[in-house]
């Protein structure tokens, strides 16, 4: 069993910058690849962005590719999304997610395992 928990969401206005952290515990969470998940109001849960526990490799898709940064504290058992330039079509509930997997890049919703509460991301125009 892994636990996720988010934090560090908010309201920001366009252009500005933040940082989501995802508290992970459990079992075997290193042998997981981690993963942000975003769902804006109408529209399906899509993948943002994934890390390796070991090594750290990134994925990102093409929307915030240069403007997100993924990273893992691996002492502190933590995975942040650091979130610059945004936009208004970042607005979403995001979620930090986990897969029982030990390699990087795409993740799709169906192979997620565990899923954090979410956290809601608002940038004003």
């Known amino acids: 069993q892994v636990q996720l928990v988010e934090y560090g969401g908010g309201l920001v206005q366009a252009g500005g910058s933040l940082r989501l952290s995802c508290a992970v515990s459990?079992?075997?969470?290193?042998?997981?690849?981690m993963g942000w998940f975003r769902q804006a109001p109408g529209k399906e849960r899509g993948l943002v962005s994934t890390?390796?526990?070991?090594?750290?490799?990134?994925y990102y898709v093409d929307s915030v590719k240069g403007r997100f940064t993924i990273s893992r504290d691996n002492a502190k058992t933590t995975v942040y999304l650091q979130m610059n330039s945004l936009e208004p079509e970042d607005t979403a509930l995001y979620y930090c997610?986990?897969?029982?997997?030990?390699?990087?890049?795409?993740?799709?919703?169906?192979?997620?395992?565990?899923w954090g509460q979410g956290t809601q991301v608002t940038v004003s125009s």
């Open positions: 997610a986990a897969a029982r997997r030990s390699y990087g890049g795409p993740l799709s919703v169906r192979a997620v395992d565990y």
């Open positions: 459990g079992r075997a969470f290193s042998r997981y690849v």
């Open positions: 890390i390796t526990w070991s090594g750290g490799s990134t």
